[in-house]
């Protein structure tokens, strides 16, 4: 099978759906900014997205900074993604994050169309601040997929919103490798606690999630500032950086201040941004995953802290109603800090006890049942034979 796949390849969400589609044999035709394998893979072909403003024809004919990128990509990208689509006569073309890539898609008439949400992607649509013309081409470039895959039922229910009426819309799921987030790895977190000064003993809470500010690492400062009084153990807070940009490293500032001004600063820790594949390292180093996010689609985190049997508190949103989380998590409500508080202190003082809806084992299990990366696989496959079928050339 052949995809034209327009995907973020920044992304290890991208990286992972690229070897599923190679791994199972695929033709991959990638077309992004960054090329993930500058030296080739076998079945795999890269297309720089749009008309780069480095490129010696463009400077030729507009100047050197006549237009940056993006303009030249609006005037210039929809016939590449035709003539890409003519030329490889590919048997689906996916687009991953609803953005202006998916527009564009359906004004170059590629078919047929698969849309993948992200989640941020439409719940930004959503917000006060969004851009209204934005939305509606959104809401018609959805109105003209194919099929369109969320993982969450809020999700689909918004896509449809945006859409003005039903639509082809599936449930996926994106699988974890549960033989590599599994519980154990202590000898790497003796080396990361010493590393991060951070002693032995110490218990940690991690807020793993993305560095941006609807993840509202900021209240979940607050709240272990609240917490620590009642703490039993020596306990630290923890964040993992993401790549670094701008708005990143403000809002890191802004943490480090908010540490200091509470006085807490000695028991919060940054981590780096590390590999994928030294995840579950930083699962291992956890006593409990915090999750607090404003807005948030179904987190593939959910997925890798059961699998490392790692206990989690989450507030409670539309996306994770009815799932898995339910059952095995300690479930808050999102509106007032308190209960994060007093979860704080009952889950670091009560650590060693399995009780009620905490059973990290059969978590797992239901993880390694219902979740792994060939589960996710196969029902992919599926979906796509099912459309390449009915829309192929």
């Not at 539309?318 to 479930?331: G, L």
Request: proline share 4%.
């Amino acid at each position: 099978m052949k995809i034209l796949l327009f995907a973020p390849s920044e992304s290890v969400h991208s990286l992972r759906f690229i070897n599923w589609l190679l791994d199972r044999g695929c033709q991959v035709i990638h077309v992004d900014w960054h090329n993930p394998y500058p030296l080739g893979r076998r079945g795999y072909k890269y297309y720089l997205y749009g008309f780069p403003s480095k490129n010696r024809l463009f400077i030729k004919l507009f100047g050197k900074n006549n237009f940056p990128r993006m303009m030249a990509s609006k005037f210039l990208v929809i016939p590449q993604i035709w003539f890409l689509w003519f030329l490889h006569k590919p048997d689906l073309v996916h687009v991953h994050y609803i953005d202006y890539r998916a527009i564009r898609c359906v004004m170059a008439g590629v078919k047929p169309l698969i849309f993948t949400a992200w989640g941020s992607d439409i719940n930004y649509l959503f917000l006060a601040s969004a851009d209204p013309v934005y939305r509606m081409k959104i809401g018609l470039a959805l109105r003209k997929a194919d099929l369109v895959l969320a993982d969450s039922v809020e999700i689909q229910s918004k896509c449809e919103e945006l859409a003005g009426r039903s639509i082809n819309s599936k449930l996926l799921y994106f699988g974890i490798d549960t033989n590599l987030f599994k519980p154990g790895y202590e000898r790497d977190v003796i080396e990361l606690k010493r590393k991060a000064n951070i002693p032995q003993e110490a218990k940690i809470l991690f807020s793993i999630r993305g560095w941006n500010r609807y993840y509202r690492h900021h209240l979940i400062l607050e709240a272990f500032a609240r917490a620590l009084p009642g703490m039993k153990s020596k306990t630290y807070l923890v964040f993992k950086s993401f790549s670094i940009t701008p708005d990143s490293e403000e809002y890191q500032s802004e943490l480090l201040s908010l540490a200091n001004k509470l006085n807490i600063a000695d028991k919060v820790r940054f981590l780096d941004e590390v590999d994928y594949s030294q995840m579950p390292i930083m699962y291992a180093l956890s006593d409990v995953i915090i999750n607090y996010p404003l807005v948030d689609a179904f987190p593939v985190t959910f997925l890798e802290a059961a699998a490392c049997e790692r206990r989690v508190i989450s507030c409670m949103l539309p996306s994770y109603k009815n799932t898995f989380a339910e059952q095995y998590f300690r479930i808050i409500s999102d509106r007032s800090i308190d209960e994060l508080i007093v979860a704080m202190v009952e889950l670091i003082n009560d650590h060693h006890q399995m009780k009620n809806n905490y059973d990290l084992v059969a978590a797992r299990t239901f993880v390694e049942k219902n979740f792994t990366e060939n589960v996710s696989i196969n029902v992919l496959f599926n979906l796509y034979s099912d459309l390449s079928q009915r829309g192929s050339f």
